[in-house]
């Protein structure tokens, strides 16, 4: 089925129009609910369901798709597969950039420096570094309602995806900028605390 449509073209003539011929049958009044319900299912948020199932749909309606009626003529069953593709290779793109390593890490101080630190003044640090986490991130809405939430113990990117109403993407790109945050701050209390120790 793959095979008619070439890498970043548009499927041939004949398809093109047996793939009109077979959209015009659709009940789309009917459909679109379902797609959006599975959607859903598969994750999405309700909000970010609707925007999944009008990106898979407008790459049918323009002749971008390579579903071909002859072959499969269940057009629900197509669109569901293809719904359920787009979530996925989203989820896994959105996993790729969460886990790829950044060349900021070699930045951040070593944790061994820290743990000499006496339990009382660590917990004073923290409280110090999560203010300093808010005040930076105070014109970043969402990254702050994903910190609140992570503090609340729903640590998941799918369930904070979920709290919020967003794309897990989302969810992964507040992380990538807290965790810049948190790298910058564990940088400036390392640099405080060798001054204070030089001082000594």
């Known amino acids: 089925m793959l095979s008619c449509l070439p890498v970043g073209g548009r499927p041939d003539e004949k398809l093109l129009t047996a793939q009109r011929a077979a959209i015009t049958r659709i009940d789309w009044r009917d459909l679109l609910p379902r797609l959006e ?3 859903i299912g598969c994750g ?20 971008e798709s390579s579903w071909d009626p002859a072959i499969q003529p269940d057009v629900n ?9 787009l979530l996925s290779n ?10 790829r390593p950044s060349a900021l890490v070699e930045d951040a101080p070593d944790p061994a420096s820290l743990a000499a630190i006496p339990t009382g003044s ?5 409280e110090e570094a999560l203010a300093r986490l808010r005040s930076l991130l105070r014109d970043d809405a969402e990254a702050l309602a994903v910190v609140e939430l992570t503090l609340a113990g729903v640590d998941k990117p799918a369930e904070q995806a ?16 807290i965790h810049r945050c948190v790298r910058r701050i564990a940088r400036e209390l390392a640099s405080r605390r060798q001054q204070e120790e030089v001082a000594q």
């Open 122 to 126: 660590r917990e004073a640090l923290a």
């Open 162 to 177: 979920a709290r919020l109403n967003t794309l897990a993407t989302r969810v992964y790109d507040a992380r990538d900028r």
């Open 77 to 85: 069953r197509y669109l569901v597969g293809a719904v359920r593709g």
């Open 44 to 63: 999405a948020s309700p909000v970010a369901a609707p925007d999944a199932v009008q990106t898979v749909v407008a790459r049918l309606l323009a002749g």
């Open 90 to 99: 989203e989820r896994r793109s959105a996993q790729i950039r969460y886990e």
């Open 37 to 39: 319900r599975y959607a």
